[in-house]
């Protein structure tokens, strides 16, 4: 039986995973659920904003659907961000976010894209320093293994979802050594694939396309905090946070969560929008193969965006469990 783990962690994380479980039970998805904790208020609680239970349950999970925590804005002593902790802990290289034109009056037509990005390395290595008062550096680390693992990643994506290009967006005129050597290395690997259409793009262009002519892209893939951004940029065209889900792929699990976070401005009010867990939760029960739910569930999700209702960051006035309710009647 697949196991399916399920983590709340803090404010609106609860009510929209809540939402999640209530909607794939009327699925009758042939799984069954694990609850585990992570997040602020556990870290209140044990010292530990992602412990060892919850770290174990994940491993032990076919894939995990994670809603959201908060983090502090200053530093806490002993506190580190849960969704950062695992992504390292279980090795989730691929970060992914799909992002496609909503059933929505007024949304850009015809966007279809996908950022891919490597999630264990480059200026996120975790290796910064402070020297004194007046200086702090940070480390860019790029390796061959990781920049082939996540290029190869992206073609096997690429391919399974009868996408035909790819672009690799990268800054090696200025970063000559780490791009360049992220650039050779992706080059490299799609040489092999002479299906794909392969074109190169530099981050700030890259950026300033996302912006302007989104529908020019299928697949992008990059670096670390390139691909932090740009994802950041390429969601707006999906209908903003309350839409936008992600994917942290490892090799042997992989953990789905919606893009935003615990939202502490409307937490508790019963009106959070539930559809980017849902849309984090078809994206789940693909990776797990059970596909003819994922596409009931996507079919749902997309009839409910036509239709309505709506929460109140779509300009309606529903509530969650109303969403939910519209979502339930479409099975
Ligand atoms: P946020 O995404 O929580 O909220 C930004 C704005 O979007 C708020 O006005 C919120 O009400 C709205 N919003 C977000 N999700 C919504 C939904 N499903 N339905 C309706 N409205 C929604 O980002 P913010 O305010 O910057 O961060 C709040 C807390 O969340 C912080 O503690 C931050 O560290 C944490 N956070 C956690 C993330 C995660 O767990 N992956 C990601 C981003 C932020
Ligand atoms: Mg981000």
């Known amino acids: 039986m697949t196991r399916l783990c399920l983590i709340a962690g803090d404010g609106i994380g609860r009510e929209v995973v809540q939402a999640a479980r209530q909607v794939l039970e009327a699925l009758a998805v042939p799984a069954e659920f694990v609850e585990a904790e ?6 209140q609680r044990t010292g530990n904003a992602l412990p060892e239970q919850t770290l174990a349950a994940v491993q032990a999970a076919n894939s995990t659907l994670f809603g959201a925590v908060s983090s502090p804005s200053q530093r806490v002593a002993g506190y580190r961000s849960p969704i950062v902790g695992m ?46 008062d007046e200086r702090a550096t940070a480390q860019r680390i790029i390796t061959r293994q990781a920049s082939e693992r996540i290029v190869q990643w992206a073609v096997q994506y690429a391919q399974r979802t009868g996408r035909r ?91 789905f969560e919606p893009v935003h976070g615990s939202a502490p401005d409307i937490a508790g009010q019963g009106i959070a929008n539930p559809l980017a867990t849902l849309s984090a939760s078809v994206l789940m029960l693909e990776f797990v193969g059970l596909n003819s739910y994922a596409e009931r569930l996507q079919t749902a999700i997309q009839a409910v965006l036509a239709n309505g209702p709506y929460t109140p960051d779509l300009a309606g006035a529903a509530t969650t469990a109303e969403v939910v309710q519209a979502v339930i009647d479409q099975f």
């Open 165 to 255: 290009k790819i672009t690799v967006v990268h800054k090696a005129n200025v970063l000559r050594e780490t791009c360049g050597l992220f650039r050779e290395t992706a080059l490299r690997v799609l040489s092999d694939a002479p299906d794909l259409q392969v074109e190169e793009m530099l981050v700030d262009n890259a950026a300033y396309q996302l912006a302007r002519a989104p529908e020019r892209f299928e697949v992008l893939v990059t670096t670390n905090l390139f691909g932090d951004i740009l994802s950041d940029v390429a969601s707006v065209w999906g209908g903003g946070l309350g839409l936008a889900a992600s994917a942290n792929y490892g090799t042997r699990t992989a953990v």
């Open 38 to 43: 992570a997040g602020w208020e556990t870290f």
């Open 87 to 132: 992504r390292k802990a279980i090795d989730l290289y691929a970060c992914v976010r799909p992002v496609q034109t909503p059933p929505l009056a007024n949304a850009r037509a015809g966007v279809n894209l996908v950022v891919v990005r490597e999630n264990t390395e480059g200026l996120y290595s975790g290796q910064e320093t402070r020297e004194g």
